[in-house]
Structures are given as C-alpha cells and as structure tokens.
C-alpha cells in the first residue's frame, strides 16, 4: 500500500528526511512519535507531496514516483491516493459545512453538484453533524470542525488516510471524542499513517509505531515493543520524558 525508499528532504543547510524506509500495508494503521523537530510532519506530508522529497522512491497505492525525476502529472497521481487531516482543521472558512466536503468532489473528481451533496450529507449524517450542514466554521467548535475535516477526508474515498497531530490544536475535552473516532474509522479497515503526540492513543489503535528522531527512524515494531520494550536508548529517554509529564500533569489535576 505504501513503500518508501531513501526519502531525503532538505531545506537549506537543514536536513530534515535522512534517507527514510518504511512500509504500510494495506489496512494497516501506523503511528508515528517523537520530538519536536524530528521530521515525523514532514515525513507525512511527503506521503501525498504536500512536501516534495529531494530524493527518494515513494509508492502509495496505484502511484509510484521517482523524486530525482518526475513530472506533474506524477504528483497529481500521487495525491489523488490519499486524504489529509490537519492539526488545524484547514476548512475553507468562507463556506458552509457541507460546502467544505463537496468542494474536492467537484473539483478533483468532476462529481455533480447534486451528488456531490448526497455523498457530502451522508458523510455528515455519519459523524452526527448533519444538521450543521449550513453552519460556517467559525459557527462550529474545535471538535466539531476536526470531524468535518475527517469526513471531507473520508469522503474524497482514498487508498490512504494521513493525519497531521489531529489532537493536538483541540480543548482537552474534546480529545477523546476525536479519538474515539478515529478508531471507529481504523476497526473498518481503512489504512492510516497518525502522526500522533498521545502515546497511549498510539498504544490502543495502531499495528505498528515508529519513532523518529533527527530525520531517522530510530525503532519500528508493533505498541507493544515500542512503547513498553524500546531496544534503543533515544526512544527510551522520550518515552520516560513523556511518562514524566504526564505523572506531572496528573499531579496537578490533583
């Protein structure tokens, strides 16, 4: 479903993607961690070229491209495989929801603007909004627009999910509500790549985890051996940092 092979990515004197390998396979969901600055956006954005790779071989489900050489018809190919879910919802603020899910339809897959709708209210019917339909963004909660942004998503039926720290910009309260949904989509099949700050939401939806640090791949297993048996000592000092804080923020709640 997905290859990577050799994926370098550079800007300026920074180089951010160190020849990165991995794959998916399809159905598969696969959660990304680490620090701050370790590539892990970047990586995910690489995976539809939202960031072009300067190097490297990338295949993500009937597309595959060649970084040192490629045309644009190439790119286009690459991104029609997968949907992204960004930290910060990227809702066309200027229209209404159903609005914000049929525009890709039209416009990159040449669908009616009457099945368009159709596709668009089903998938808003599923995430329980549908009666926000004709609400604008700045009509709708965090959450609220994080759901709208998984059913555009959704809706555009790609090979491949990607999320972008799909938490990470939401009111503590509605976190889990996003979770929970994410792992409904995951029990149906969909094969995902979750760049994820919540450790112990990678622990409960993902078959496998990868922890970057300074553009590499440091360690790749499944939860279990990553999270709770790390082999390698940079995973294990972001690990203890992170249980750290969250021992902290616990006590505080207290």
Same mark, same amino acid.
């Given at each position: 479903?997905?290859? $990577? ?11 951010? %993607?160190?020849? &990165?390998? *991995? ?5 598969? +969901?696969?959660? &990304? ?34 970084? =040192? ?21 990227? %809702? ?26 159709? +596709?668009?209210?089903? *998938? ?10 004709? $609400? ?24 491949? %999910? ?7 910009? /939401? ?10 949904? &994410? ?15 919540? &450790? ?26 990553? /999270? /709770? ?21 616990? =006590?505080?709640?207290?």
């Amino acid at each position: 479903m997905i290859s $990577a092979t050799n994926l370098h990515k550079s800007y300026g004197q920074t180089h951010v %993607l160190k020849g &990165i390998d *991995f794959t998916v396979q399809e159905g598969e +969901v696969v959660a &990304i961690i680490g620090p701050s600055g370790s590539g892990k956006t970047t990586l995910l954005r690489s995976l539809n070229s939202l960031d072009i790779p300067d190097k490297g071989e990338l295949t993500v489900g009937e597309a595959t491209i060649q970084f =040192e050489r490629y045309h644009k018809k190439d790119l286009l190919k690459l991104r029609q495989q997968s949907s992204m879910v960004f930290q910060h919802y990227h %809702l066309f603020q200027n229209k209404r929801a159903l609005e914000n899910i049929t525009e890709g339809l039209i416009v990159s897959q040449n669908m009616s603007k009457k099945e368009a709708e159709k +596709v668009g209210e089903q *998938f808003l019917s599923r995430i329980g909004l549908l009666h926000k339909k004709d $609400a604008f963004p700045s009509e709708l909660s965090g959450g609220q627009q994080q759901r709208i942004g998984i059913a555009r998503a959704l809706a555009m039926n790609p090979a491949v %999910l990607l999320f972008d720290e799909p938490t990470s910009a /939401l009111d503590p309260e509605m976190v889990g509500e996003i979770l929970e949904m &994410i792992k409904d989509i995951a029990s149906q099949g969909m094969t995902m790549v979750i760049v994820t700050h919540e &450790i112990s939401f990678a622990k409960d939806v993902a078959d496998t985890v990868i922890f970057m640090a300074d553009g590499e791949i440091v360690e790749k297993g499944s939860p279990e051996d990553v /999270l /709770l048996k790390p082999q390698h000592e940079r995973t294990k000092q972001f690990l203890s940092r992170i249980h750290r804080g969250m021992w902290q923020r616990s =006590e505080e709640d207290i």
